[in-house]
């Protein structure tokens, strides 16, 4: 040993304070640690919940994310892809992409399948060169080139539902086709996107024979085209669309086969990230209360060693070695599990996921889990193991009357450090770092509330009346007696019940407005493709079908932008961020009058007989993305024509009226000599809807007809399969609870053991310490239901209302059983944690004491 100098307070008056070295220090530390163990299992157990979930949650986001760029040839169908809306390339076109590498072609559309019942699906006419990359594969025959001219493959929902087996027939369009296969893979399916039907496919022959591309009609062409080996697939995209920048084309290339979906994932993925931080923030209250907990039950090992001459330094280094091994351990068995989460994820939820990810180790998202783990255990361990080296030694024998003190200033700026490396870690590695910001700032700010709600309830609990009957007097006092762990509990277990209750109250309302508010606002079809020379035919069909129907029936168009305010959309290096109306074709309309769902903000609408130069009308939102106003510029490109415009309005859209809702409304004039079609809503009588299911598509076959309950049928599935990922992310909130539960009663076990035998001693029995016990977690767990009630319910409504903009009507008996069942289980958790209490000999207690 080295002398050094010490603190004066101590019972050696700073004289002979020591400093071991730390190879004795690490002796010391690990002959304790593997004496007794067994404190720190709630610091291990915390840890391992929250690293893991954190692990599993990067690695899975990270999982798919390579699988998609791994797969992009294939997902894509080439190198790169140039989607055209509403028309073939042409000849120059043609040219420019064969010289670039192979071509294959394929033009997709919606159209109605008509066998023993009709059925909208997509038809994918394809050529002999498809696919560049991967193998379009059939359940009778293994892999497959195109259909034979008259043969179709269809996918296996279409098969099983016009009940078509091969070698069956199904129409589309004006051309009967014979089965001669049912699809087993697609692909390029996952690079399609979103679609309302099931898959078939014929030869690009086969085509014209159905007679359903015509002038304006709905489709996409798309050429694939494959690059040698050494080739720069960006740079040759890049190339091609500078070469033609009026083209209106939407082209990608094979380092991002899926951008929806890649999207979609990555965002998914950071708010489960931030969901699973919560939870390990949460599990953080638990490492300081096992911490606590553990450095109590060492408490004359460590007055023993400051009697015998160790100084703060060497207390401090003891104890945060054995607290920094079993924080590794833990970290590392987190790290572990949450690394072959995502195999396990993707063989429960098989087609759920996009693509199922391989078992691969994902560095990144493991070592920022891992600086999380170490961060929360820095910043939630130091504080009591702070206060423990600071005590003098006749304060910690004294400590179960006295209480602890406070932090020194030291520490104090290591756990401040500590959280702010949190926050801007969390910030850094996100894909939207003000969306994360912003996650954050509600989170401490939550935080903070329910600290000093913690706090209310003390200082209430203080000044209250004392009941004159001596069990709900005790039950009071426990509320604020010293070593009360009433702060912890509040805020652990307010943090977790007020996350469930938020993502139940968010859940259920948005199931009820689709399963109760759609199917009164919502038409009864959408029509698609309709001619415009049938227009008159189409209304008295439904007309005769149900005179009180009601028909939205509308031009339809599609164009891409491709100039705003100024600015070529080729010549950005990057689109403003929420500018999706920048990416590919949108949907367009003409109209003299001002569209139902819609409402003028800004500018003046043009009048009825309006035959002057092109006026748009903008979504009001998307033209604050674009920072663009009233006199602006804005051109599209249509069927490879630029259209030049100006904004005349600005508008609100109503988009959940599921009505005909169009960012771009154009002036009369500016667009009718453009081949189009013709679109519809129709709101019609149960009766009529299954009249119309039969008679419309034989009489309209160029045109689909789409059902409303099918739509909302899959957005209530995406909705609850992503419901179901949150939950899944927000219930390790719910066991990092549980396990701050256990940690404070364990805290409290030692001064709760002191009050039982001292009411022993004064006559008390086990049942009066019990029913006290009882009140008071039965107290905490009702103040906690009501608690997280409120926030929840809060902070589902703002989500709820000002972000999904549809109406909070959220499903209460659920609420109800949430609360119930986490309100409970507090209150079960307390009575069993305080068995052990009642066990404690007055004798044997008070020697220990």
């Avoid at 903070?448 to 004392?466: E, Q």
């Avoid at 663009?628 to 259209?643: A, F, K, P, R």
């Amino acid at each position: 040993m080295r002398p050094r100098d010490c603190d004066a307070r101590w019972p050696c008056g700073g004289a002979c304070g020591l400093t071991l070295p730390l190879a004795a220090i690490w002796r010391i530390s690990r002959r304790d640690l593997s004496a007794r163990i067994r404190g720190l299992r709630l610091l291990a157990i915390c840890l391992f919940l929250g690293v893991a979930t954190l692990a599993a949650i990067g690695s899975l986001t990270a999982g798919i994310s390579d699988e998609l760029s791994r797969r992009g040839q294939t997902i894509l169908g080439g190198d790169i892809e140039i989607g055209i809306a509403q028309r073939e390339a042409n000849a120059a076109e043609m040219a420019a992409m064969r010289k670039a590498g192979a071509v294959s072609e394929t033009i997709r559309l919606r159209a109605m399948a008509i066998g023993n019942d009709s059925l909208l699906a997509e038809l994918k006419a394809i050529d002999n060169a498809y696919p560049h990359y991967g193998t379009l594969t059939l359940r009778e025959g293994g892999p497959a080139k195109a259909p034979a001219k008259g043969e179709i493959y269809i996918g296996p929902t279409l098969s099983e539902r016009l009940d078509i087996a091969t070698g069956g027939t199904v129409r589309f369009g004006e051309a009967t086709f014979k089965v001669a296969g049912i699809i087993a893979e697609e692909p390029d399916r996952l690079g399609e996107g979103f679609t309302l039907g099931p898959v078939a496919i014929i030869n690009m022959a086969s085509l014209p024979d159905t007679g359903l591309i015509q002038p304006g009609s709905m489709y996409e062409s798309k050429y694939r085209i494959k690059l040698g080996p050494q080739e720069d697939a960006a740079a040759v995209a890049k190339a091609l669309e500078a070469q033609f920048p009026s083209a209106g084309w939407d082209i990608t290339d094979r380092s991002n086969g899926a951008p929806g979906t890649r999207r979609f994932i990555e965002r998914m993925g950071q708010f489960l990230t931030l969901v699973g931080l919560a939870a390990l923030v949460i599990a953080g209250i638990g490492v300081g209360n096992g911490v606590g907990s553990y450095l109590a039950s060492k408490r004359a090992s460590i007055a023993t060693l400051k009697v015998t001459g160790a100084d703060s330094q060497t207390i401090f280094r003891i104890y945060m070695l054995q607290i920094l091994a079993v924080t590794s351990v833990a970290i590392l068995v987190g790290l572990g599990v949450g690394s072959v989460m995502p195999m396990a994820i993707g063989w429960v939820a098989g087609d759920i996921l996009p693509v199922a990810p391989g078992f691969n180790m994902h560095p990144l998202p493991l070592a920022v889990s891992a600086i999380y783990g170490l961060l929360i255990a820095l910043a939630f361990a130091l504080p009591p193991l702070a206060r423990a080296r600071t005590v003098p030694a006749a304060g910690l024998f004294r400590a179960i009357v006295e209480g602890n003190s406070r932090i020194d200033r030291k520490s104090t700026i290591w756990v401040v450090g500590a959280i702010s490396a949190i926050v801007a870690l969390a910030v850094v590695t996100a894909r939207e770092p003000m969306f994360s910001l912003a996650f954050i700032g509600a989170a401490f700010g939550l935080l903070l509330l329910l600290t000093g709600i913690a706090f209310l309830l003390r200082f209430i609990a203080i000044r209250l009346p004392r009941p004159k009957a001596p069990l709900p007097r005790l039950a009071l006092a426990n509320l604020h007696r010293p070593g009360a762990q009433t702060q912890a509990l509040v805020v652990a277990l307010g943090l977790g019940l007020t996350l469930f209750v938020t993502l139940a109250a968010i859940q259920t309302s948005i199931n009820n407005e689709i399963k109760n508010s759609v199917p009164e606002r919502a038409p009864s079809f959408f029509v698609l493709d309709i001619p415009r020379e049938g227009a008159a035919t189409f209304t008295n069909m439904v007309k005769d079908a149900d005179p009180a129907a009601t028909i939205n029936l509308i031009p339809a168009l599609r164009g891409t932008i491709i100039e705003y305010g100024g600015q070529r959309v080729d010549q950005l290096e990057e689109l403003p961020e929420g500018a999706w109306v920048l990416n590919g074709d949108r949907g367009l309309t003409y109209s003299a009058d001002i569209p139902k769902g819609s409402e003028l903000v800004e500018g003046e609408w043009w009048p009825a007989d309006y035959n002057g130069p092109a006026l748009v009308s903008l979504d009001a939102e998307i033209a604050k993305v674009l920072d663009v106003g009233i006199g602006d510029s804005l051109t599209i490109s249509l069927l490879g024509v630029e259209v030049p415009a100006k904004i005349a309005s600005l508008r609100t859209v109503n988009w959940e009226n599921f009505g005909l809702n169009y960012v771009m409304v154009f002036s009369p004039g500016s667009l009718d000599a453009a081949p189009h079609n013709m679109v519809a809503t129709l709101t019609v009588s149960k009766d009529a809807e299954r009249v119309l299911a039969k008679s419309l598509p034989p009489a309209f076959p160029s045109s689909s007809l789409i059902e409303v309950g099918e739509v909302t049928a899959q957005i209530t599935n995406l909705l609850s399969q992503m419901a179901q990922a949150i939950a899944a992310a927000a219930s390790i909130a719910i066991l990092a609870g549980i396990a701050v539960l256990v940690g404070a009663i364990a805290a409290a076990r030692q001064s709760r053991i002191y009050d039982a035998v001292i009411t022993k001693m004064l006559g008390g029995t086990r049942r009066q310490i019990l029913g006290a016990q009882a009140m008071e977690y039965g107290i905490l767990a009702v103040v906690l239901g009501l608690l997280s009630l409120a926030l929840g319910m809060g902070a589902a409504y703002y989500v709820v209302v000002h972000i999904f903009d549809f109406s909070f009507a959220p499903d209460y008996g659920i609420l109800a059983l949430t609360l119930f069942g986490g309100a409970g289980l507090t209150f079960i958790l307390g009575i069993v944690g305080s068995l052990p209490i009642l066990a404690a000999r007055p004798s044997e207690a008070l020697r220990s004491l």
